[in-house]
C-alpha cells in the first residue's frame, strides 16, 4: 500500500481506521466509515457494532482540536455512543482538558490518558478498588 497525502503546511497525514470484523459477520452490512470535519485535526466516524465512534487526532499542539461538538488539548480523542441514545463516552490521549459546547467536563495539571462515560452531560469515573 502506497498512499500520499500532503496538508497546505507541507506536513504529510495518514489516517487509517481498522475495524476488526469476525468471519462469522461476513453475511452482515460492513462498518460505515466516513470523513468528519475536524478543526486543527483529522477524524473519521465509523459505526459498527451498535455504536458511532468518532475519532479524531490533533495536528499542532499550538491549538485545540475541536470535533464532534468537543474542544480538548489531548493528542487523540474518540467519542462514542449507541446508536439508541443510551449511553456514550469519551477516551482521550494526553489530555488536560476536555469540554463539550463550552462546558469543561473535565481539566487536570497534568496531562492523562482516560476513558469516561458520560452520565447526564458529565464524564463519570469509575474506579476499581
Known amino acids: 500500500l502506497t498512499a500520499k497525502a500532503q496538508s497546505a503546511d507541507g506536513n504529510q497525514r495518514f489516517f487509517t481506521i481498522l475495524v476488526p470484523r469476525p468471519a462469522a459477520e461476513?453475511?452482515?452490512?460492513?462498518?460505515?466509515?466516513?470523513?468528519?470535519?475536524?478543526t486543527n485535526g483529522c477524524s473519521a466516524t465509523v459505526t459498527v457494532g451498535g455504536k458511532e465512534?468518532?475519532?479524531?487526532?490533533?495536528?499542532?499542539?499550538?491549538?485545540?482540536?475541536?470535533?464532534?461538538?468537543?474542544?480538548?488539548?489531548?493528542?487523540?480523542?474518540?467519542?462514542?455512543?449507541?446508536?439508541?441514545?443510551?449511553?456514550?463516552?469519551v477516551m482521550?490521549?494526553?489530555?488536560?482538558?476536555?469540554?463539550?459546547?463550552?462546558?469543561?467536563?473535565?481539566?487536570s495539571e497534568n496531562p492523562a490518558d482516560?476513558?469516561?462515560?458520560?452520565?447526564?452531560?458529565?464524564l463519570v469515573v469509575a474506579v476499581a478498588e
Open 26 to 38: 461476513a453475511d452482515q452490512a460492513p462498518p460505515l466509515a466516513k470523513a468528519t470535519e475536524a
Open 53 to 89: 465512534i468518532t475519532i479524531a487526532f490533533r495536528d499542532s499542539s499550538a491549538e485545540r482540536l475541536e470535533v464532534a461538538g468537543f474542544s480538548t488539548d489531548a493528542v487523540a480523542i474518540a467519542i462514542w455512543r449507541e446508536v439508541d441514545g443510551t449511553k456514550s463516552g
Open 92 to 107: 482521550a490521549v494526553n489530555a488536560t482538558s476536555i469540554s463539550r459546547q463550552g462546558e469543561v467536563l473535565f481539566s
Open 114 to 122: 482516560g476513558a469516561w462515560d458520560l452520565v447526564d452531560g458529565r
